[in-house]
């Protein structure tokens, strides 16, 4: 018996029928250089040495990503710093994956729904997202978390499935496509621990790789046995979307290669 969906505290947009071809992606740190909740982290709250230890924890299984996640985030506003101050540190110094421009574009060429996928807060994303890319950012649609704003000037995060460990389960916004007559071929691009939970489940999965050596998705694949992509921006991974969307190759291509023209190793 399949385990029951987590109830979800926000809707859902509807599926997109009747496409050939969907992108679902995380925002922090894939379609970003710099996870913004890394970010407000490191900088504003408890620091880097113990994020990491946090995620290296979510990786044994010691905890769970929604509870380290929301200790991590907890972490800036206790240390005082706004909801609205947070929004603007973050236009201020998160920016775009180099090729992230032309992938989109691409996609809106072929008629390929472009989705965020995300476990960090829709205020925050639709804040840099439409910094970065300007009034294109409205024709991404975002399936996240919220954020809870309280009296006394401090916020909380506000998940989306308060039950799942991952406080945002991203598989089911993947798993209604199955559902469908003819589904499409979903990509999802993604990067760390927040994606676990969808990784098993796309057609195409391209995992990005980083140069800070924070490479958590990779190492889940690898322990997993998920076949898996890797890419070192978009601009090498839409070489491979390409080629499978003209068919000229097919996804076990890719699989068989392991990575895309570009990769750090």
């Not at 071809?21 to 880097?48: A, E, H, P, Q």
């Not at 946090?54 to 710093?81: Q, Y």
């Not at 997202?129 to 978390?145: C, F, H, K, T, V």
Request: glycine share 8%; proline share 5%; hydrophobic share 35%.
């Amino acid at each position: 018996m399949a385990d029951e969906a987590p109830k979800s505290t926000l809707p859902y947009p509807p599926v997109h029928k009747d496409k050939k071809f969907v992108v679902l992606s995380d925002w922090d740190g894939t379609i970003t250089t710099y996870d913004s909740n890394d970010y407000m982290t490191d900088f504003l709250g408890y620091g880097k040495e113990k994020r990491r230890g946090g995620n290296k924890d979510i990786l044994s299984g010691k905890v769970t990503f929604r509870d380290a996640f929301r200790e991590m985030l907890e972490s800036v506003s206790a240390n005082g710093h706004s909801f609205e101050e947070c929004k603007q540190v973050l236009k201020d110094n998160i920016t775009l994956d180099p090729g992230f421009r032309d992938f989109f574009k691409y996609c809106k060429s072929q008629d390929i729904p472009v989705i965020i996928v995300s476990s960090g807060m829709e205020p925050l994303i639709r804040a840099v997202i439409s910094n970065l890319i300007g009034d294109d950012a409205n024709d991404i649609e975002i399936i996240s978390n919220h954020v809870d704003l309280h009296d006394d000037g401090k916020w909380s995060i506000k998940y989306r499935h308060p039950t799942s460990g991952f406080g945002h389960d991203k598989s089911q916004a993947i798993l209604p496509y199955r559902n469908l007559e003819d589904p499409p071929l979903l990509f999802f691009f993604g990067d760390g621990v927040s994606d676990m939970s969808a990784a098993k489940h796309a057609d195409v999965l391209f995992v990005k790789e980083k140069d800070n050596g924070e490479n958590d998705l990779a190492t889940y694949c690898t322990n997993e046995g998920i076949k898996h992509v890797l890419f070192a921006d978009f601009s090498h991974a839409l070489p491979a979307v390409q080629s499978i969307v003209e068919g000229k190759k097919t996804p076990d291509d890719w699989f068989k290669l392991g990575r895309t023209e570009g990769s750090k190793h």
